[in-house]
């Protein structure tokens, strides 16, 4: 059956701190991984990684994946109180690409 | 227009109600889903329509009925709902995998309460 684990399930840090967010799959039929922030509501996309090794970068967050250790990671520099939020990890298949399923999520809180 | 629209934002109903959820998008996407999210867990698969038919159902029970009437729009009816069903339910929207990255726009969710 495929997953994907999120670790750690949460994390509290302190503002200006830099995070790092794990994602770990066992999928047949990868095809990309995807990272969403999830404040109070709706997911709002952040990252797809398709190719291994090349970093994506956006402000302050950077994602890169490693397709022989079968993860990722999602980097937060200087952490700010709004980056506070649950974010997730998701996989899409070549087969049935369109099934976006979504690891449990790690919750991180920025503390001012 | 780079948005996913659902109402009502917040519905209650009873155990023998009939309600229905709303999804619209105006993107262009021919991929449309519906999401169900608890309390603290990750959002979950229902449905996947593309274009404008069924094309996943994750075994989800029958008083959870898709239906889309066009590409732009998702409804989601209800009908005899359990007490567990209260969740918050999440419609989304992307290009097929042969268009594009397959990235989801979600939209910000219906708040559903049985009672």
């Known amino acids: 059956e495929d997953k994907v684990v999120q670790s750690p399930l949460s994390l509290v840090v302190h503002e200006g701190d830099t995070v790092t967010l794990n994602c770990s799959y066992e999928?047949?039929?990868?095809?990309?991984l995807l990272w969403y922030k999830q404040e109070k509501k709706a997911p709002t996309f952040l990252f797809m990684l398709?190719?291994?090794?090349i970093e994506k970068k956006s402000g302050r967050l950077s994602s890169i994946l490693d397709k022989k250790e079968l993860s990722s990671i999602l980097n937060i520099t200087a952490t700010q109180t709004g980056d506070s939020a649950i974010y997730l990890c998701?996989?899409?298949?070549?087969?049935?690409?369109?099934?976006?399923?979504f690891g449990q999520g790690t919750r991180l809180t920025i503390n001012p | 227009d780079t948005e996913v629209t659902q109402t009502p934002k917040h519905l209650v109903m009873g155990m023998t109600n009939k309600k229905s959820l709303k999804c619209e998008q105006h993107?262009?996407?021919?991929?449309m889903y519906w999401y169900k999210q608890k309390a603290k867990k990750p959002p979950e698969l229902m449905f996947v329509y593309s274009y404008e038919k069924l094309s996943i159902n994750e075994s989800v029970p029958s008083r959870f009925s898709p239906e889309c009437p066009n590409s732009s729009l998702l409804n989601l009816h209800l009908h005899a709902l359990q007490p567990e069903d209260s969740a918050l339910y999440l419609c989304a929207s992307s290009l097929l995998p042969a268009e594009g990255t397959g990235e989801l726009f979600f939209g910000e969710g219906s708040r559903l309460t049985v009672l």
């Open positions: 998701a996989f899409t298949l070549i087969q049935g690409a369109q099934k976006l399923v």
């Open positions: 398709t190719s291994s090794g």
């Open positions: 993107m262009g996407h021919r991929a």
């Open positions: 999928v047949t039929n990868f095809r990309s």
